[in-house]
């Protein structure tokens, strides 16, 4: 693990990958595709950030720890962003009467 | 008892490790580690600001759109290429550290440094022509937007201020740690092990624009 160095071949390869998806995001942007261009983007992104994840940042060669860490991290990170999602889009879901509260400041 | 301590045997090769560690490849795994969960906590410091921009994003999707095809796609894709060729020569750094080239170390570490600052006054401009726009929901500064729900984009700027902000804030505290690396390169006190460490902070800022740039830029440029 220790001065264990990667070949400037794949750090120049790693590079021209995540230009590659530069280029590839800004192109799905202009594109008509409705709802899929944010399903898109966001695994462009994520593919780029796994890229310098992996290589740049030398997960591949560290220790299992490293990657309990990384894992541990996404693992939390989904449940903040999927819990509070599932609040916002299932609202109105199952019809209700407005919390107390909201009635109020609706009718401002 | 009369167990004597063991002498670690001592490589030319492996720098010397602090006293509380056994040698210095338990040191060497012990601070990435350390790394890694710092990371990770600012992963979920990040993850509260991405998940309030998904909320409004998710109630405002229209006026998020509108609101951001007035930033600037040529300077947000220009730094967005300036911050990926700053990780290139961050990564090379690293590289360069650990097989002791001094020299190739401190011209990539400075080559960092230089792009980092260049994305920061990219990032300068945009901000005064936002403000000139009247696009800057801060200090009390009046806000005007041409469209049908401005309340919505002032929220849309207020996130793209805020998001860019800390993100900015980053950067600035990157280049500082990366001028006192440069620094220690010079005095020759500069090990792999703290380039690494270093390099590790760098990417993670790469990463964190990564996904700032198509969720503040490129919501729909149809």
């Not at chain 2, 006054?121 to 005064?128: A, G, R, T």
């Amino acid at each position: 693990m220790i001065s264990q160095h990667s070949s400037l071949r794949m750090y120049f390869l790693v590079y021209a990958c995540l230009i590659a998806g530069l280029a590839a995001t800004v192109a799905v942007a202009y594109m008509h595709l409705g709802g899929a261009t944010i399903a898109i983007t966001l695994l462009i992104a994520f593919a780029k950030a796994a890229l310098v994840v992996i290589y740049f940042m030398h997960v591949r060669d560290s220790p299992a720890l490293n990657w309990l860490a990384i894992a541990a991290g996404l693992v939390w990170l989904s449940i903040l962003l999927s819990f509070v999602l599932l609040d916002y889009a299932s609202r109105g879901w199952i019809p209700t009467r407005a919390p107390v509260g909201i009635e109020a400041r609706s009718g401002e | 008892m009369t167990t004597l301590a063991q002498t670690p045997p001592k490589s030319s090769e492996a720098p010397a490790a602090a006293h509380h560690f056994d040698d210095f490849a338990q040191q060497y795994d012990a601070s990435m580690f350390g790394m890694w969960v710092f990371l990770v906590s600012e992963v979920m410091f990040f993850g509260g600001v991405f998940a309030t921009y998904m909320v409004y994003r998710h109630l405002y999707h229209d006026a998020f759109a509108a609101a951001s095809r007035t930033l600037d796609i040529r300077l947000g894709s220009i730094n967005t290429f300036v911050l990926l060729t700053s990780s290139l020569t961050m990564a090379l750094a690293v590289r360069a550290a650990q097989l002791r080239q001094t020299w190739w170390a401190a011209l990539t570490v400075l080559a960092t440094t230089v792009l980092g600052s260049v994305f920061l006054v990219i990032k300068f401009i945009e901000y005064s022509h936002k403000f000139h726009e009247q696009h800057a929901p801060l200090f009390g500064l009046p806000f005007h937007f041409e469209g049908p729900d401005p309340g919505a984009a002032q929220i849309f700027f207020g996130l793209y201020f805020g998001m860019t902000g800390i993100h900015a804030l980053h950067m600035i505290i990157g280049i500082g740690m990366l001028s006192f690396l440069l620094f220690a390169i010079f005095r020759h006190r500069e090990n792999a092990l703290r380039t690494e460490i270093f390099g590790l902070y760098w990417h993670f800022v790469d990463i964190v624009w990564i996904f700032l740039f198509p969720l503040l830029y490129l919501i729909d440029r149809t």
